[in-house]
């Protein structure tokens, strides 16, 4: 089912009234409908078409990624190659040519493997240097993304409820960085890997430390809320 929250239908109000005033070019941008499954990482309304601004460009959602935008159909297509097709492989983008021999078996759909790391195994509490131990898990990933084709490399920060919004929010960004630039010396591709921070919106503890008064056993229960996501798509 679509998840619409409120910050989603307080948008299309907002693009439906810039929609009475937009320019006659955005009349002319084709209509882009989504098939409705998954996490749609686009605003869409009540016909699964994606919102677009008044300069055409398409409403992005806080699923969105360059995976989901990758991966989301709009027909035949992956709904990034209408909304943002600097990032979408081209060859997703465009038809089979008809050929007059049999077609060849399909090739295999994408795979997208999620991996967490505790963020305690790749750098020093509160730092945003990696381990040794944290340098050895990435190059197990690192290797494992040479035996695909490689689509993207999605590594997604995430810090503890510790320490101001702030702070947090720099600290998951230099982690997702170093993530990036470790990768890259590996011999990933560096337009292949893309980073981002949530800082400590995304906790998995919920509230089970709340009555940890004592500061060290506090960051002891917090561990699990400082992690590194690592989502590798590709296809063998």
């Known amino acids: 089912m679509i998840k619409q929250t409120k910050k989603q239908m307080f948008m299309l109000a907002a693009i439906a009234s810039i929609g009475l005033s937009a320019p006659s070019a955005y009349a002319q941008v084709k209509d882009v409908v989504v098939d409705g499954k998954g996490e749609i990482p686009y605003v869409i309304d009540a016909r699964n078409v994606v919102a677009r601004s008044g300069t055409g460009l398409c409403w992005r959602t806080g699923y969105w990624s360059p995976a989901a935008a990758s991966t989301a159909m709009a027909g035949q297509f992956p709904v990034g190659c209408e909304c943002d097709s600097d990032i979408v492989a081209k060859d997703k983008c465009v038809a089979p040519v008809a050929a007059a021999k049999p077609a060849p078996a399909p090739a295999p759909k994408p795979t997208a493997d999620k991996i967490k790391l505790a963020a305690d195994a790749l750098f020093d509490f509160d730092k945003a240097t990696l381990k040794p131990e944290g340098r050895a898990k990435l190059d197990d990933l690192a290797a494992k993304s040479k035996q ?4 993207v490399i999605l590594a997604v920060g995430h810090t503890d409820r510790l320490g101001s919004d702030a702070y947090n929010q720099k600290l998951s960004e230099r982690r997702a960085a170093a993530v990036k630039t470790y990768l890259v010396s590996k011999g990933v591709e560096a337009n292949r890997v893309y980073t981002e921070g949530k800082g400590e919106k995304q906790p998995v503890t919920g509230n089970k430390c709340d009555n940890v008064k004592n500061r060290k056993a ?9 992690r590194v996501e690592v989502e590798v798509i590709g296809s063998k």
Request: proline fraction near 8%; glycine fraction near 0%.
């Open 148 to 151: 695909l084709k490689l689509e």
């Open 218 to 226: 506090l960051i002891e229960c917090l561990q699990p809320d400082r």
